[in-house]
C-alpha cells in the first residue's frame, strides 16, 4: 500500500532485530532437536542424535527469554498502536479495505508476541533429559512443539502483511541505520523511564 519509507524508532529496529535473530535460531535448533529424536510427525532426517543441538537451542532460548522481555515491554508500552486494538472486531468487517489490513498486521503483530512467550515459558518447563531417554509425551514438550508451529505460521503472516501494508520500502525501514537525534542510544534509559512514568500516571 505505502510507497514511502517510514522512520522506524532505533530502539524498535534494535529489539526487533535481536529478538527476530533469537528467535529464528531457537526456531531452527528446535526443529534439528524434534529431527534428531522424535520425527512422529514427520522429519527430514538432517541430524542424528546429538546432545550438543539440545545445548544449542536451551541457549538461544536462555537469551531469548530477556531479549523477549525488553522487547514485549516496550511493545505494550511504546508500541501499543501496532498490536491489537480494542476496535480489532469493528475493522475486520471492512474487507479488503486499508484499515483492514492494518488490523491484519496488528493482528500479526500481537500472534507473534504470544507465540514465544509460549514458546519460551514452555520451554523453560522442559527438562533436557527427556528426549534423549525417549520422554516425548510430556505435557511442556507438547506445548513446546505447538508453540514451534504457531511461530512458523505468525513468522510467515507477519512478514506477508507486512509486506502488503508496507511494501518493500517498510522491510527496508527495519534495516535503516539513519536515526533522529531524540533516538540516540545515550537517551534510552531516559526514554524507557518515560513509557513507564506515562503508563502509571494515566
Same mark, same amino acid.
Given at each position: 500500500?505505502?510507497?514511502? =519509507?517510514?522512520?522506524?524508532?532505533?530502539?524498535?529496529?534494535?529489539?526487533?532485530?535481536?529478538?527476530?535473530?533469537?528467535?529464528?535460531?531457537?526456531?531452527?535448533?528446535?526443529?534439528?532437536?524434534?529431527?534428531?529424536?522424535?520425527?512422529?510427525?514427520?522429519?527430514?532426517?538432517?541430524?542424528?542424535?546429538?546432545?550438543?543441538?539440545?545445548?544449542?537451542?536451551?541457549?538461544?532460548?536462555?537469551?531469548?527469554?530477556?531479549?523477549?522481555?525488553?522487547?514485549?515491554?516496550?511493545?505494550?508500552?511504546?508500541?501499543?498502536?501496532?498490536?491489537? =486494538?480494542?476496535?480489532?472486531?469493528?475493522?475486520?468487517?471492512?474487507?479488503?479495505?486499508?484499515?483492514?489490513?492494518?488490523?491484519?498486521?496488528?493482528?500479526?503483530?500481537?500472534?507473534?508476541?504470544?507465540?514465544?512467550?509460549?514458546?519460551?515459558?514452555?520451554?523453560?518447563?522442559? =527438562?533436557?533429559?527427556?528426549?534423549?531417554?525417549?520422554?516425548?509425551?510430556?505435557?511442556?514438550?507438547?506445548?513446546?512443539?505447538?508453540?514451534?508451529?504457531?511461530?512458523?505460521?505468525?513468522?510467515?503472516?507477519?512478514?506477508?502483511?507486512?509486506?502488503?501494508?508496507?511494501?518493500?520500502?517498510?522491510?527496508?525501514?527495519?534495516?535503516?541505520?539513519?536515526? =533522529?537525534?531524540?533516538?540516540?542510544?545515550?537517551?534510552?534509559?531516559?526514554?524507557?523511564?518515560?513509557?513507564?512514568?506515562?503508563?502509571?500516571?494515566?
Amino acid at each position: 500500500m505505502s510507497k514511502t =519509507q517510514p522512520y522506524q524508532p532505533l530502539f524498535l529496529r534494535v529489539s526487533h532485530a535481536l529478538n527476530a535473530f533469537l528467535v529464528l535460531g531457537a526456531f531452527l535448533t528446535g526443529f534439528l532437536v524434534y529431527d534428531s529424536y522424535d520425527r512422529r510427525f514427520g522429519g527430514l532426517g538432517l541430524t542424528e542424535e546429538k546432545r550438543r543441538l539440545i545445548d544449542i537451542h536451551g541457549t538461544f532460548g536462555f537469551f531469548l527469554l530477556f531479549v523477549y522481555f525488553v522487547f514485549v515491554v516496550y511493545s505494550l508500552i511504546a508500541q501499543r498502536k501496532k498490536l491489537i =486494538q480494542g476496535n480489532t472486531l469493528q475493522t475486520l468487517t471492512k474487507i479488503n479495505k486499508p484499515a483492514w489490513w492494518y488490523t491484519l498486521l496488528r493482528i500479526s503483530n500481537t500472534l507473534a508476541l504470544i507465540a514465544v512467550a509460549l514458546s519460551v515459558i514452555s520451554g523453560k518447563f522442559q =527438562q533436557e533429559d527427556w528426549l534423549p531417554n525417549g520422554e516425548f509425551n510430556h505435557l511442556w514438550y507438547f506445548v513446546h512443539l505447538i508453540a514451534w508451529v504457531m511461530i512458523l505460521f505468525s513468522i510467515m503472516i507477519h512478514i506477508l502483511m507486512a509486506i502488503k501494508v508496507g511494501g518493500v520500502p517498510l522491510i527496508i525501514s527495519m534495516f535503516n541505520t539513519h536515526y =533522529q537525534p531524540q533516538d540516540h542510544p545515550k537517551l534510552w534509559f531516559g526514554n524507557v523511564r518515560n513509557w513507564f512514568y506515562r503508563v502509571f500516571n494515566k
